[in-house]
């Protein structure tokens, strides 16, 4: 099936470069292009992209918050890419439901392998800014935040699918760990999403990693 991607750059000549390296790629479409977050909101709404790469800096709409209303909307996904590895941009794209974040000086092979992931619902996080976050949770002082109420009402199995989202596993690797189809991984999947009334996996990621909820084995 074809990956539809949207991309969103206020800068044409970037846009233009990132469009060319996707849609040279196999089973990747590139169906649109905005200079805004309000451009790239109605062109989703339109052409109901499977991906959206989203610049974090734009005029008008940011991307911060033209990822949070496409998430809110159920759009698309949402791949950041910017050239700030900043980690307020860090932590606010990812808690608007970002599926990944990348910097632009990602080689052309790592970002079709990333649009491809996150096309199938696995989430992707540059290598740098993975430490970082790893890093940031190990170093808090005060302690994991209030647990969120679906939390107790996750089944063993979703607790466990929980502990290899804060892992880092996909779902392959997931379905490999528990010895489930990986079908059957993306159902667990979506389903620990629903109750913890999480956006994307990658929140799912920090909320077992901050209340210390390890993958079986």
């Given at each position: ?93 990812l808690r608007a439901g970002a599926a990944g974040f990348l910097l632009k000086s990602v080689e052309a092979p790592r970002l ?106």
């Open positions: 099936m074809t990956i539809r991607v949207l991309v969103a750059d206020d800068h044409g000549a970037i846009r233009a470069g990132l469009a060319l390296i996707l849609g040279n790629a196999e089973g990747i479409e590139v169906v649109g292009e905005a200079a805004d977050g309000e451009v790239a909101l109605r062109q989703a709404r339109a052409l109901r992209p499977d991906v959206v790469l989203m610049d974090v800096r734009m005029p008008g709409t940011d991307g911060i918050t033209a990822t949070r209303r496409l998430i809110a909307e159920g759009l698309a996904e949402v791949l950041v890419l910017t050239t700030f590895d900043l980690d307020e941009y860090v932590h606010a794209a079709i392998e990333a649009v491809r992931l996150v096309a199938a619902g696995e989430g992707v996080l540059a290598p740098q800014v993975t430490k970082r976050l790893i890093a940031a949770f190990a170093s808090t002082p005060a302690g994991p935040s209030p647990a969120p109420a679906g939390l107790a009402d996750l089944t063993e199995r979703e607790r466990e699918v929980l502990g290899c989202l804060g892992a880092g596993l996909s779902n392959a690797e997931i379905g490999t760990r528990l010895r489930i189809g990986e079908a059957t991984v993306k159902t667990h999947v979506s389903r620990v999403l629903a109750k913890l009334s999480l956006r994307s996996r990658v929140q799912a990621a920090i909320l077992a990693q901050d209340h210390g909820i390890e993958p079986p084995g």
